[in-house]
């Protein structure tokens, strides 16, 4: 097994506090596995086996467990009376009324329990309501690029790092040895998220329509859109279909997380701005399977790579904009004053305050430099500022703002 230590570290900082943790992420990111590498922890702290009980309800074995009093009894014969007990429930919402089970099995002072449940039946929001607030989720993405690296070393540095942006970062992907397979598994868990977890979790019956959608999000990730401009795009292209489907149809593949809206935040007025988000897809390797390698553009997947990094790093990521003035003369040597709207990748919020990342593959050309810290220097704030570039130079400083190489900084 793939370690995952920043999610392990997250369980074990919750372990037997007076919540269930719910553990939620795109289908085959790892959410069982790390139940596994959890147990083995408990175990590795002196917890003992009895105290463990783990079921995975798309296990036949527990097909007479199926409804919400069947498990609970189960469960509750299991418990040792004097003892901590763990509780894991994989793909809990196979059970009638779970939340049921789930809250008897709350309120006993010697259960600490933990759930995972597929996006085809439970979408992102769903848990607030079915647990009644008594939760903590911990969303887990596919792996990181220093996940990735832990298990495939560290030599040739670069190949792997494309392979990581072409291929994706699954973890069964690692298993296969052809790219060819990794192809055809990646096309798998397309289908798979396309048809159990949007179309068959939200009633959508037009799969073809829901397709178009998922490709034009994936042709622009990282580009300002809306569900206006998308609904007027396919219509031009003969598919009629209106503003509010795509709404519905976007707020199914969030949900299912598939993708992730970015919304937009104005840095100058503090506020965030309605229209025209940005959308990310929750594998890289995905988008290539989607669009074929004519698709590559790697400038924008690698502003999606730091997008999800920033998420696993548990920070609230926004696409910033600040208007700047500046003069300039007109024909007649006439000065005259214009706002100018400078666009900033990321702008993220977490423990230690504000920081702006901009993204791009290489900025040795000059003006592509100016360019870059052009945005980042528009911000009058004394934040911490980042430039991440895929040119392989030492760390460089431009009054403040520290150009890093991409890969370094994923590793760090």
């Not at 002072?109 to 085809?120: A, E, K, R, W």
């Amino acid at each position: 097994m793939i370690p995952r230590p920043l999610y392990l570290q997250k369980m074990l900082s919750l372990c037997d506090k007076r919540v269930m943790k719910v553990i939620t992420g795109v289908r085959r990111s790892g959410k069982s596995t790390l139940f596994r590498l959890f147990q083995e922890r408990l175990l590795a702290d002196g917890v003992c086996r009895e105290q463990i009980i783990s079921l995975n309800m798309e296990d036949p074995a527990y097909r007479d467990f199926l409804s919400w009093g069947k498990l609970y009894d189960h469960i509750n014969g299991l418990l040792l009376p004097d003892r901590q007990n763990y509780v894991f429930i994989d793909e809990v919402q196979n059970v009638g009324d779970f939340q049921r089970a789930a809250d008897g099995l709350f309120i006993k002072d010697n259960v600490d329990l933990y759930l995972t449940g597929s996006n085809s039946r439970i979408q992102a929001g769903e848990w607030a309501t079915m647990l009644a607030g008594r939760y903590v989720k911990i969303h887990i993405l596919p792996l990181s690029f220093k996940e990735y690296i832990s298990a495939v070393g560290q030599d040739n540095l670069m190949q792997k790092f494309q392979n990581y942006l072409e291929l994706g970062s699954f973890p069964q992907c690692l298993e296969f040895s052809i790219v060819d397979d990794v192809k055809t598994y990646l096309e798998s868990i397309y289908d798979t998220i396309l048809v159990r977890d949007v179309a068959e979790g939200n009633g959508i019956r037009d799969i073809s329509r829901l397709e178009r959608i998922i490709k034009f999000i994936a042709d622009n990730i990282g580009r300002e859109t809306s569900a206006n401009n998308i609904a007027n795009t396919m219509t031009k292209d003969g598919v009629k279909i209106n503003t509010r489907t795509v709404e519905k149809y976007l707020k199914a593949l969030c949900g299912g997380y598939a993708f992730y809206r970015a919304d937009r935040y104005d840095i100058r007025g503090k506020k965030l701005l309605k229209t025209l988000n940005k959308y990310y897809i929750v594998d890289s390797g995905l988008r290539y399977t989607l669009l074929g390698e004519r698709q590559i553009d790697t400038g924008r997947m690698l502003e999606n790579i730091v997008y999800l990094e920033l998420v696993r790093r548990n920070r609230k990521v926004y696409v910033g904009k600040i208007d700047v003035s500046c003069e300039e003369k007109d024909e007649n040597g006439n000065v005259k004053r214009k706002y100018v709207t400078r666009k900033i990748d990321f702008v993220v919020e977490g423990n230690n305050g504000t920081e702006y990342y901009q993204v791009a593959q290489s900025v040795l050309d000059s003006k592509t430099l100016e360019r870059e810290l052009a945005s980042l220097r528009a911000v009058s704030d004394h934040r911490p500022k980042y430039l991440l570039t895929m040119d392989a130079l030492p760390m460089n400083d431009y009054d403040g703002i520290k150009q890093i190489y991409m890969p370094d900084w994923l590793l760090g």
